[in-house]
């Protein structure tokens, strides 16, 4: 009996057969366990961080960092000593320090000329500014413009060194010979009657005065005066040609560079009130 009821559940044709062992089979798959988490294998990187050695034309510059394919860094690039490997500390190196990694596509490679339209051309035709030039004035006509438009005096105000002699009295004594060098030198000052002011008056201060002076005519205006175009010629002190440190009256000798002949004017330094 038993093997009766077998042969009957069993298909009797062969299509049946067929869609029984289907059958069989989908219900074996839906029973293999499943694999989660499983890693996928990694796939070969396509290029390779290099170091340019020399200037590649469409990679970039030497001394650039380009990705590039392994076959052509092994077979070409290398052995031509075009490039180095980058190692994988140098790598990380580079990713931490943002180190741009890229092909400059453009290096070398000439760029293709852009043909203007007839309305740009027109366009910068109508806003076209043309180049103000200015004529340099001959070294006689500055300095005749220059006597022209400058003051026979140039007044500057400073503010007097006053002598406290009260209190300088009270430190007598300190020394027999410092006491003679401060004697003297308070009897130079009033045998001369040089007062001395905080600060100085330089040519720098003549020639900023001068300037301003010209800029009231505007051919004078480009006159091209320097602070070593003048230099103090009467009342110094020690010999100095660019700098007064007293109260007086000054004699000042200007001449630009390339002029035959000085001019001379005064400059008074006056108290401040």
């Not at 190196?93 to 990694?101: A, N």
């Not at 026979?152 to 010979?177: C, K, N, V």
């Amino acid at each position: 009996m038993a093997s009766i009821a077998r042969s009957i559940l069993l298909p009797q044709c062969a299509s049946c057969t067929r869609r029984f062992t289907r059958l069989g089979l989908d219900g074996w798959g839906s029973l293999q366990q499943q694999v989660r988490g499983k890693q996928k294998l990694v796939k070969p990187s396509d290029s390779v961080a290099v170091k340019l050695l020399k200037n590649v034309k469409g990679y970039g510059r030497r001394g650039a960092y380009i990705p590039i394919s392994p076959a052509m860094m092994r077979n070409h690039w290398f052995p031509q000593g075009k490039a180095a490997y980058v190692l994988p500390d140098q790598l990380k190196e580079l990713k931490r320090q943002k180190v741009t990694i890229e092909r400059d596509f453009e290096f070398g490679m000439e760029q293709p000329k852009v043909e203007k339209t007839e309305e740009e051309v027109e366009f910068e035709a109508q806003h076209y500014v043309r180049p103000v030039e200015i004529e340099l004035l001959s070294p006689a006509r500055s300095m005749e413009l220059i006597t022209i438009f400058t003051p026979s005096t140039i007044d500057f105000a400073r503010q007097p060194i006053e002598d406290d002699s009260s209190s300088s009295d009270t430190y007598l004594g300190a020394s027999d010979s410092a006491d003679i060098l401060a004697a003297a030198e308070k009897a130079e000052k009033k045998a001369s009657g040089m007062v001395g002011i905080y600060g100085s008056v330089t040519t720098a201060d003549v020639a900023t005065s001068i300037r301003q002076s010209l800029a009231n005519n505007d051919e004078a205006a480009r006159v091209i005066l320097a602070e070593n175009d003048i230099r103090f010629v009467e009342g110094l002190v020690d010999g100095e040609t660019s700098r007064v440190k007293h109260l007086g009256k000054f004699k000042v000798e200007i001449q630009v560079k390339g002029a035959e002949q000085a001019l001379i004017r005064s400059v008074r330094v006056l108290p401040q009130k």
